[in-house]
Each structure stands twice: as C-alpha cells, then as structure tokens.
T-cell receptor, first 113, second 116 residues
Framework: GQQLNQSPQSMFIQEGEDVSMNCTSS?????WLWYKQDPGEGPVLLIA?????ELTSNGRLTAQFGITRKDSFLNISASIPSDVGIYFC?????????????FGKGTLLTVNP | GAVVSQHPSRVICKSGTSVKIECRSL??????MFWYRQFPKQSLMLMAT?????????EQGVEKDKFLINHASLTLSTLTVTSAHPEDSSFYIC????????????FGPGTRLLVL
C-alpha cells in the first residue's frame, strides 16, 4: 500500500544534540500523527496535528503540519538517551468510512551518551 | 492520552492450534479498531479494519478465514489466528480510533505470537 516518504532512515547523534526528521506525501492528509515505538512495544502517540500550518509542542518535541498538507516534520531538542527508538509519521484521511493510517517507514534514532 | 490494552502480551502455541488476541479501549469507545502485523525492522502492515457490529474489512492478501475478527462491543475487538502455522509468528498490534472533530488512533502494546 501507499507509504509516506520519511527521512532520514536512521540517525546517530550525541546526547544533547537536536534532531529533525520529516515526512512527505504526494497526496493531502487531514491529520498528521507522530509516534515513537520502543522494541517489543506498540507505537505511542507523541504529537497530533490537525490544521495546515499548525505548530505543536510536547515538551522537547515540536512538530508542524505543512501548509500544503502534504508534509510534516518532527524536531527533538536536547536529546537524551531515552529518546532512542523508532519514530513513525502517519497521515490520516478522514471522511466516509475510511480512517486508515498511512505510515512512513520510520526513523531509527540512536543517542550516544 | 487514551489507553488501549492487548491481551496476551506474549503467546506460544503449537502448530495447528488457534490463538485469540483481545484489544480493548479502556477509557473511550471505539466503533473502529484496526489490526496490524509488524515484521522485524519494518513498519506496521494493516491487516484489517474492525467495525463494531458489522463485518471486518480485510486488506488485500489477508485471509479472512484465517484471521477472524470480532468487534462485539464498543470497547473490544478480538483477532483469532486459526490453525496457526510457524509463518504466522509475528508481532500483532491493534489500534483504536478516537473519533470526533480531531481523530486520532491509539495503539495497544502489541502481542508477540510464536508458533512452534
């Protein structure tokens, strides 16, 4: 099925550094969601974006819903070791009976203490 | 955020047996839930959409007779893997749709299935 273009695929950073990852799509979404998944666990919702241009923060995390509704980015500031994991973007088109999520392939983040 | 639970978290079964996995939305009602399968180092693959009070909608290539889905209440969906085989071993994750003006999907913690 369709997937979002998520980049980078992986990142290796030092503790304290800032991180940025993004997702792009050829089609429009009504909602952009960012999840973090730890090994052996289900994805945990980090930030949800509902309006084009919306900029939302959750602690050290900041995400934006692109103006064109075809892209989104997630920034993590001052990274810490527990930020390690896989980050997924997901787009949602609501309306009718279709509430399926379209996922990016994920960004694997490694933080060196 | 909203909480979704799954049970069991891990299950080991013999080939040929059936396994039932439960997905519950604990603090909200979900008319729509989803079942995913995830292979190592890959993204989530949608298997089916579970609709309360009606038949599930399966994605292309997913055998509906093998992966039985029942969504009998607004807080519970079950996935039964029938006549499981080793190739069915995987990580199964459910999600529940929190509908409204701002729709969001919340995921369960996943169920690790190992078929011997």
């Amino acid at each position: 099925g369709q997937q979002l273009n998520q980049s980078p695929q992986s990142m290796f950073i030092q503790e304290g550094e800032d991180v940025s990852m993004n997702c792009t799509s050829s089609s429009i979404f009504n909602t952009w969601l960012w999840y973090k998944q730890d090994p052996g666990e289900g994805p945990v919702l980090l930030i949800a974006l509902y309006k084009a241009g919306e900029l939302t923060s959750n602690g050290r995390l900041t995400a934006q819903f692109g103006i064109t509704r075809k892209d989104s980015f997630l920034n993590i500031s001052a990274s810490i070791p527990s930020d390690v994991g896989i980050y997924f973007c997901a787009g949602l088109r609501s309306g009718g009976s279709n509430y399926k999520l379209t996922f990016g392939k994920g960004t694997l983040l490694t933080v060196n203490p | 955020g909203a909480v979704v639970s799954q049970h069991p978290s891990r299950v080991i079964c013999k080939s040929g047996t059936s396994v039932k996995i439960e997905c519950r939305s604990l603090d909200f009602q979900a008319t729509t839930m989803f079942w995913y399968r995830q292979f190592p180092k890959q993204s989530l693959m949608l298997m089916a959409t579970s609709n309360e009070g009606s038949k599930a909608t399966y994605e292309q290539g997913v055998e509906k007779d093998k992966f039985l889905i029942n969504h009998a209440s607004l807080t519970l969906s079950t996935l039964t893997v029938t006549s499981a085989h080793p190739e069915d071993s995987s990580f199964y994750i459910c999600s529940a749709l929190l509908a409204g003006l701002q729709e969001t999907q919340y995921f369960g913690p996943g169920t690790r299935l190992l078929v011997l």
